[in-house]
Nanobody, 123 residues
Framework: QVRLVESGGGLVQAGGSLRLSCAASGRTFSNYAMGWFRQAPGKEREFVAAISRSYGSTYYADSVKGRVTISRDNAKNTMYLQMNSLKFEDTAVYYC????????????????WGQGTQVTVSS
């Protein structure tokens, strides 16, 4: 079992920045690929970014590429999402998730999920 807790969400003006964190506990953090997803009201949960177990590869949705950076610190069992140049359409609940293997862009790949943190971007 892996427990994930997100933090760092909040209200920010368009053009601003936020840094989300995901703290993991339980099984060995470095054994899991990690991802960020988001879900806006009335919409399906969508992929934002993912990072491989070895920190060798990162993946981004086209909608955020160039504006967000995913990273992880295996020594601290923590993953991060630095979000810059935020837009109104980035408003959503952001979830972190852990996967052992699979298509990192797919919701169904992930075995463990956090409770989410709200990001609200005012226009």
């Amino acid at each position: 079992q892996v427990r994930l807790v997100e933090s760092g969400g909040g209200l920010v003006q368009a053009g601003g920045s936020l840094r989300l964190s995901c703290a993991a506990s339980g099984r060995t953090f470095s054994n899991y690929a990690m991802g960020w997803f988001r879900q806006a009201p009335g919409k399906e949960r969508e992929f934002v970014a993912a990072i491989s177990r070895s920190y060798g590869s990162t993946y981004y949705a086209d909608s955020v590429k160039g504006r967000v950076t995913i990273s992880r610190d295996n020594a601290k069992n923590t993953m991060y999402l630095q979000m810059n140049s935020l837009k109104f359409e980035d408003t959503a609940v952001y979830y972190c998730a852990a996967a052992y293997a699979g298509n990192y862009r797919a919701v169904g790949t992930y075995d463990y999920w956090g409770q989410g943190t709200q990001v609200t971007v005012s226009s």
